[in-house]
């Protein structure tokens, strides 16, 4: 069997020398919203083996090289970039009695090896688990009206269990509904459970170390317009930032900013903070996943967002600067 598509929820776990003046400020409208993320593979990845039997023996895939992280780009030289498509392609060769070849992806370089399969009663088997994308949730950190984009997350979306080196650029981007929040624990990062929506809000052009970013297609009922700071603006002391804990409501979680690194080019981390308001700790007891892209706010303006979280000290967080995430917008 094929296995369709895992699921993960998005913030890095344990996973700027100071401007002089402000490059990239913009007046955006306000995030916090909580967005579920489909991203899509170029081709189908192969995200582990099982074991089938063969003319009686045992056989897995990984005997023959096959391994987690490969993408699936062609089945005997016929493009294939979904799981349908690639069950469909399968089938019909396996059906016209033909031998099956498939063309891989490894390190950017292609290499064919043959797929075996274990027939029975027309049904058939690869001993291939494989997914056609990426799922998550995450946080709308703003939408640019000058230019119709959006910024989310701060950081890249990518599936940490593979060992695969490509990077996914484009998908779309939905609205999301939080169910509950499984709270963090020292050692053990909390996660905020939520539904994808049905609403398509966003088409995403670009994931890279930075964030997730795209063109919006509908903006949700929160449209405050804010200017944003520039690196030489923001100080240590109270900020705030905002992001879902429940449903679509937008909570305020009050924080102290403890130190800010000076970065004179894009880099992560350059604010690291605490949560201090304890109406939120009592429901996370500190940053969890899916908070990554909440908006940081401080003395009215957007200076950042959430990204990482200190897996030793889970009150602990990391935010990216926002001129960071302006300046990754193409």
């Known amino acids: 069997m094929l296995l369709k598509k895992l699921s993960i929820t998005l913030i ?9 003046f402000s490059v990239f400020a913009a007046e955006v409208i306000l995030g916090g919203q909580s967005i579920g993320i489909e991203l899509d593979y170029d081709g189908v990845m192969i995200t582990g083996t099982y074991d089938i039997s063969i003319d009686n023996h045992k056989y897995n895939p990984s005997s023959d090289g096959y391994l987690s992280g490969d993408l699936i780009v062609k089945v ?3 493009r294939v970039d979904s799981i349908s498509l690639l069950m469909d392609t399968v089938e019909k060769e396996i059906e016209n ?3 099956i070849s ?5 390190n950017q370089k292609e290499i064919t090896k043959e797929l075996k399969f274990q027939e029975n009663n027309g049904q058939f088997t690869t001993g291939l688990y494989v997914q056609d994308g990426l ?3 995450g946080t709308m950190t703003y939408y640019n009206p000058a230019t119709h984009h959006f910024g989310a997350l701060g950081h890249m ?26 709270p963090s624990q020292n050692g053990t990062p909390g996660e905020k459970v939520a539904d994808i929506g049905s609403i398509q809000i966003g088409t995403i052009y670009d994931n890279n170390n930075y964030g997730i970013y795209g063109q919006y297609d509908e903006l949700t009922a929160n449209q405050q317009i804010i200017s944003t700071a520039s690196i030489d603006e923001i100080k240590e002391g109270e900020a705030y930032f905002l992001t879902v804990l429940d449903g679509h409501t937008i909570t ?3 924080i102290n900013i403890t130190h800010l690194k000076k970065q004179s080019k894009p880099s992560i981390k350059g604010i690291t903070f605490e949560i201090t308001d304890k109406k939120v700790l009592s429901l996370t007891n500190g940053i969890v996943q899916g908070m990554s892209g909440s ?23 990391y935010g990216l600067y926002i001129d960071w995430m302006l300046e990754n917008d193409k």
Request: glycine letters at 6%.
């Open 76 to 78: 005997n030289d016929i």
């Open 157 to 182: 979306m990518c599936d940490v269990s593979l060992s695969s080196d490509a990077v996914v650029k484009k998908g779309s981007v939905y609205n999301s509904y939080v169910k509950k929040i499984n």
């Open 97 to 99: 009695k033909h031998s």
């Open 12 to 20: 890095t776990v344990v996973s700027l020398i100071l401007p002089s």
């Open 135 to 137: 799922t998550g949730i």
């Open 252 to 254: 305020k979680c009050s």
């Open 102 to 106: 498939l063309t891989l992806l490894r």
């Open 295 to 317: 908006p940081i706010i401080q003395n009215g303006k957007l200076i950042g967002c959430v990204t990482h979280v200190d897996i030793n000290n889970v009150h602990q967080g």
